[in-house]
């Protein structure tokens, strides 16, 4: 189903594309109109500056959509739209077949109309939720299987990350892109890194930064050569470094298991 949309206001209809290209057939498909409802998006200042000004109407005579779009987020737009779309719905099905009252207060004084605005906010309101969880969760999914490597999990390649922003503060300047999935500049995984090898990379890269730490402050150094009998006093800055040194090498490994 091809929609016929309308921009005569200003919203950045270019922006709003991708969500209404996805929202659209699913509201058809969850409503089950069978028929292209005209939807406009309208500016009008005077009604924006009033604080209980429309937000969206239909005409059941033309079955068409208008939304107002002036000072609103574009979600709020898109929850309007599904809401009157929800009155299409019930114009394909025939429930303005019934002569209702369309006028001032329609919603106080007509008890069919009031049934079918219940309806429009109840379904508007969780179509909209629904699509927006399903929508999310694919983006997320699609940035996801971008890198191209399948295989690996959430965990191990946050433990990647992790790992690599650690040796990059700890002195180690590997690029952290290679050290978290072996990602280039396009985002794309390289292909001939496979899991189990990579591991491996990185915990001899691990031993080796775990060796050159050694050499370059030894447990000794802080330690001055003791007669028998003196007492061991260790100064404060010492024992918080050797605090931080301990934590960053407990984490490094963590992040590997």
Not at 12 to 38: C, H, I, W, Y
Request: hydrophobic residues 30%; negative net charge; glycine residues 6%.
């Amino acid at each position: 189903m091809k929609f016929n949309i309308k921009n005569r206001s200003n919203l950045n209809l270019t922006e709003m594309k991708p969500f209404l290209e996805s929202f659209l057939p699913f509201a058809q498909k969850k409503m089950g109109f069978d028929r292209v409802p005209a939807i406009s998006f309208v500016s009008d200042s005077e009604n924006a500056n009033k604080t209980l000004g429309k937000t969206a109407f239909y005409d059941p005579n033309t079955f068409s959509v208008s939304i107002y779009t002036d000072q609103r987020h574009p979600k709020d737009v898109m929850r309007s739209l599904s809401h009157e779309l929800v009155h299409h719905a019930q114009n394909c099905r025939g429930d303005f077949d019934k002569k209702a009252e369309m006028g001032e207060g329609y919603f106080q004084n007509d008890g069919y109309m009031r049934e079918m605005e219940r309806e429009a906010y109840e379904m508007g309101n969780m179509c909209f939720r629904e699509w927006e969880e399903t929508y999310k969760k694919q983006l997320q999914e699609s940035i996801y299987y971008s890198t191209g490597d399948t295989k690996m999990n959430h965990k191990d390649w946050k433990n990647k990350a992790i790992f690599g922003r650690l040796m990059e503060n700890f002195g180690y300047k590997q690029p952290i892109e290679e050290i978290a999935g072996h990602i280039g500049e396009c985002g794309e995984a390289h292909p001939d890194m496979e899991h189990d090898a990579y591991m491996e990379a990185q915990n001899m890269r691990l031993a080796e930064g775990e060796e050159e730490l050694e050499e370059q402050c030894p447990a000794g150094d802080d330690e001055e050569e003791l007669m028998e009998g003196d007492e061991v006093v260790e100064e404060p800055d010492d024992l918080e470094e050797k605090k931080i040194r301990e934590a960053i090498r407990k984490a490094i490994k963590k992040t590997l298991k």
